[in-house]
């Protein structure tokens, strides 16, 4: 079954550094997503992005935040200046439909930013 | 805005009993999809179960089954003949049905505990 891949799986970085996580969503899906989840709080929604632009963002995703889809394959999203409070588990997320349930997870990324 | 809210932080159940996750949602629309994931402690989020506002029917995977009440806002998640492997954190997730990129908004999560 097609898979969401992201790398690295896990990513330890100081304080003020940018640091970049890569996902290469399923071959045939348009639509892409980052999450996030600080530890042992609830998924929160980033940004979504089709056709080589952001659709939506949520107050989370701030000038610190950036993606973008390279080339035909990845998928990635920066942070700048990483802070503290960015540690958490990013999950990149992709469908093939603009609604409905085709909607595939990768396996995350745990960032720690110390 | 739509909301989810899962009222129980915490559940634990008996290896081979039933049972049963709660989760409300609050939405202004009518057509929707509602969502069960599964999250073990390796924390990738794995889809469990999907409901179609529109269908009346309720879903059914396997030993997972869901009571959605469209009326009343409320789609919980049973799980029979319940197995270790199901100890893990659940989350309810609510996808708007309209146009564009259309994000998931999910629920405090519940931790679900199976007692062998």
């Known amino acids: 079954e097609p898979e969401v891949t992201q790398t690295p799986s896990h990513q330890v970085t100081q304080m003020g550094q940018e640091v970049i996580l890569r996902c290469v969503p399923i071959?045939?899906?348009?639509?892409f997503y980052w999450y996030r989840q600080i530890l042992g709080q609830k998924v929160e929604f980033l940004v979504s992005?089709?056709?080589?632009?952001?659709?939506?963002k949520s107050e989370i995703f701030d000038d610190q935040f950036s993606v973008e889809r390279p080339d035909g394959s990845n998928f990635t999203l920066k942070i700048r200046s990483t802070k503290l409070e960015d540690s958490a588990m990013y999950f990149c997320a992709s469908s093939r439909l603009r609604t409905g349930g085709s909607y595939t997870f990768g396996s995350g990324t745990r960032l720690t930013v110390v | 805005a739509q909301t989810v809210t899962q009222s129980q932080p915490e559940m634990s159940v008996q290896e081979a009993e039933t049972v049963t996750l709660s989760c409300t949602y609050d939405?202004?629309?009518?057509?929707?999809?509602l969502f069960w994931y599964k999250q073990p402690p390796s924390r990738q989020m794995i889809l469990v179960i999907r409901q179609e506002a529109y269908k009346q029917q309720n879903a059914t995977e396997n030993r997972f089954s869901v009571n959605f009440q469209k009326a009343a806002k409320s789609f919980s998640l049973k799980i029979s003949d319940s197995q270790l492997g199901d100890a893990a954190m659940y989350f309810c997730a609510y996808r708007s049905s309209g146009q564009g990129a259309q994000k998931l908004v999910f629920g405090q999560g519940t931790r679900l505990t199976i007692n062998p």
């Open positions: 939405t202004s629309e009518s057509d929707y999809y």
């Open positions: 992005f089709y056709n080589n632009e952001i659709s939506e």
């Open positions: 071959s045939n899906h348009l639509y």
